[in-house]
Nanobody, 122 residues
Framework: QVQLVESGGGLVQAGGSLRLSCEVS????????MGWFRQAPGKEREFVAA????????DYADSLKGRFTISRDSAKNTVYLQMNSLKPEDTAVYYC???????????????WGQGTQVTVSS
């Protein structure tokens, strides 16, 4: 089994930064993919970023490149999402995900965390 627990969400001012963490419990296969999605009220769930656990290969939503960075610490079984230059439109619940393929669609991921709220004030 795989369990994902997010942390690090909160309230920040526009232009500020925040780092989300996702601690993984259970066996992580070397071919596994970890990632982040987000969902704002009344909007569809949106792909943010993903990373291959073994190689470190990353993928980002085009609109977020340059502001968000995904990384992982194998020793701590943790994946991170560094968010810089935050905007009010970044306000959403952020979900940590795990799967087998580096894809941008939510149905390609098998495991989901409970989410952590990020609120950006203007």
């Amino acid at each position: 089994q795989v369990q994902l627990v997010e942390s690090g969400g909160g309230l920040v001012q526009a232009g500020g930064s925040l780092r989300l963490s996702c601690e993984v419990s259970g066996h992580i296969f070397k071919t596994y993919v970890m990632g982040w999605f987000r969902q704002a009220p009344g909007k569809e769930r949106e792909f943010v970023a993903a990373i291959r656990w073994s190689s470190g290969t990353t993928d980002y939503a085009d609109s977020l490149k340059g502001r968000f960075t995904i990384s992982r610490d194998s020793a701590k079984n943790t994946v991170y999402l560094q968010m810089n230059s935050l905007k009010p439109e970044d306000t959403a619940v952020y979900y940590c995900v795990a799967g087998w393929l580096l894809r941008r669609t939510s149905y390609d991921y098998d495991y989901w965390g409970q989410g952590t709220q990020v609120t950006v004030s203007s």
